[in-house]
């Protein structure tokens, strides 16, 4: 279906559609409520980022961000508007969740919006057995942000 693999952010369609994904979160949250991260962000050692390809074409990103202390969080998902509706999502949290395991992590955290344009992420999370929790990290307690978390 989709092949997932770990990207090295040097494509134009990788790129591209970071760019579209930081640009969606400006449009939907106030400037201090954004928390996806920048093209050189995404390069730091403590991240590791992956690409959904439908053959040629980027159907979706997402990155796992190593926190320490045996957890991690999941930075960046986005599926690309063509494949909206498509299980790309799915796939890519799956795999992330996969891959969080076999890393040895007991807990897998995230934070999303919580705007009406952030329901299918948040429905696609709470699906995949995710629960609201408290800010982690370096958050902080936001009426624009839903932290979530997950025992692995």
Known sequence: ???IDVDDLSSS?????????????????????VHALDLERLRDHTITFYAARDGDALAGIGALKELGGGEGEIKSMRVADAYLGRGVGRALLHHLLAEAGARGWQRLLLETGT??????ARTLYAAAGFAECPPFADYRLDPNSVFMARTL
């Open 13 to 33: 369609q990788t790129q591209a559609l970071i760019a579209h994904h930081l640009a969606g979160m400006h449009a939907t949250s106030p400037p201090e409520s």
């Open 1 to 3: 279906m989709f092949q």
């Open 115 to 120: 705007q009406q344009e952030f329901l299918p």
